[in-house]
């Protein structure tokens, strides 16, 4: 090989080198965007890899990347995430700049000032980022358990199922959707935003749930007058008659994180019966549950409610793609109902 076919070489290699360190930073910081916004345990972002790419420009650190897709992104202005969580976050970017040697960053430290001052309140801003571009922001309760209900925030099955979601568009597309316990909103909204449903009713019975899940609806965009068509209702699972579900004509059903509670279960067994059992077979909607597995006895008795009730059901396999930020560690299963 020439000097002049080892210099081409050697450059090749060289661009193919920097394309894939880009790739990483995108990777890096995409991560810790999703991180941020979602509001995770600091632990789980990935420090030590941005530590590592802090040479990749000589004019600006890592960090300073880090710090402009996060606390500097339009999003944290318009919707931005907990004051307590931003202090935390710039206290630990800005503990892990000075270890590294770097040198320090004004801005850091102004932002920080600029939290340290400001006043905490009961309720934050998370936005889950979206595969397509945009998010899913809503606000939410700082507290798990607030006002008498878990309504408030959002739970991991959401999550999951919102996943499967993404990776399923066509179960919605065109598709009139039912959402019960729609909680804060999180599924829904992803489904509206990424899955092109027809038309898609949001619903819970607690008033406090009802009045923030109108308001993330409506900050988020959708309404009747949108396409997808979206309203929110509300629906007592022991109350609504087969009329109100055949007006509703729902083709596609789905819930999240509502198998946590006997007495709840039980009711939700039964409505379910009722769809399936009283929809002729060319409109039998498809019914889609997801659970975290907190307790199995609950869960249990849910599936052998179920099977009283003359439903059926089939384990769907997990989604793929690693989308939203939840523990993975926790038992979460999506199942179909059949009758």
Known sequence: MGKQEVNKYTCKMALSERSSVQGSVKEVLREFQVSFFAMTRLPSFPWTVSTSLTELHSEISAFYHVFLQTCLHPLCRKFPPAVRYRRLFLSHLIGRLEASGCEPLD?????????????????????????????????????????????????????????????????????????????????????????????????????????????????NGLSE???????VEKLDWTAISEEELREIGADVIIAADVVYDPDIAGSLAKLLSIVLRHSSAEILPQVFICSTIRNLETYGGFKQQLETEGVGHEVIPAPVSRVFPYNRQSTIELIKLSR
């Not at 739970?155 to 399923?168: D, K, Q, R, T």
């Not at 007058?225 to 309203?231: H, I, L, N």
């Open 225 to 231: 007058q949108t396409t997808p068509a979206v309203s």
């Open 107 to 219: 801005e850091l430290y102004d932002a920080l000032a600029e939290v340290v001052g400001a006043e905490e309140t009961t309720e934050c801003y998370k936005s889950y980022l979206l595969p397509a571009g945009g998010a899913v922001s809503l606000m939410e309760n700082i507290a798990l358990i607030s006002e008498g209900t878990t309504g408030l925030v959002t739970w991991e099955a959401a999550l999951y199922l919102a996943e499967w979601a993404l990776e399923n568009q066509q179960v919605f597309a065109g598709r009139t959707v039912l959402e019960l316990g729609s909680g804060a909103g999180l599924t829904g909204i992803a489904v509206c935003r990424s899955c092109s449903p027809k038309r898609f009713i949001f619903s819970d019975c607690h008033a406090t749930v009802l009045q923030k899940l109108r308001d993330n609806v409506r900050l």
